[in-house]
């Protein structure tokens, strides 16, 4: 996803960003989230459930194929009609539904109905777990996640409740706009440049660094 000069690019940032404050900035880059795997089966079943009836409306009715090729002439008997209608129906529901889930697997198909809300709340959940496993709301209090997935073009910003009452939604909205416009432009390595000037320099104004302080500047973590 990044380039080894994308790679140093962040890091750099970082560092120059951590200098100037006691807080720290960890970056995160996932190629996709989650597989959504439901999401498939979600069309495919609304697929079976809906175009049925949709076709019945149309006028194309499932006894008709019944009894396609006796012919009404012999008055075939309604019970038979019925049975082989169902049946007809039935088949009719099982291939919309396999033939549904086939095309919505495939990933580009997938990516483009997997509603947006759904990618949202994927990204959220993972970015604030990763946050927890990096311990910083348990240490320095004064730590950021920037969380980016390509594939689903979903940013995340998580910061500590103490650094959000002090810094506001501003500085983290325009770091958010910053790192969207790098990802879908195709360089998300500026996006991610410009997301940690921008917290660097809100933290910077709020936490500054206190004597000597050591930054990390490990880069972006791809997952």
Known sequence: MLKPEDHRRIAEAIAAAEARTSGEIFCIVAQEVSKYREVPLAWAAATAL????????????????????SGWAEAPNLGDVITQSLAAYAVLQA??????????????????????????????????????STGLSQSTRTGVLIFASIEDRQVELVADEGIHREVGDAAWNASVAALVSGVRGGDPAS??????????AALAEHFPAKGAHAAHGDGVVEL
């Open 191 to 200: 996006g991610f440049v410009q997301a940690i000037e921008i917290c660097g």
């Open 95 to 132: 291939l919309l539904f396999a033939f549904a889930a086939f095309i919505v697997a495939i990933p580009p198909v997938r990516r483009l109905v997997t509603p947006r809300f759904l990618k949202r709340h994927r990204v959220k959940r993972t970015a604030y777990a990763h946050f927890a």
């Open 50 to 69: 809906l175009v049925p009836p949709a076709g019945v409306l149309l006028g194309l009715h499932p006894w008709s194929l019944a009894v396609l090729g």
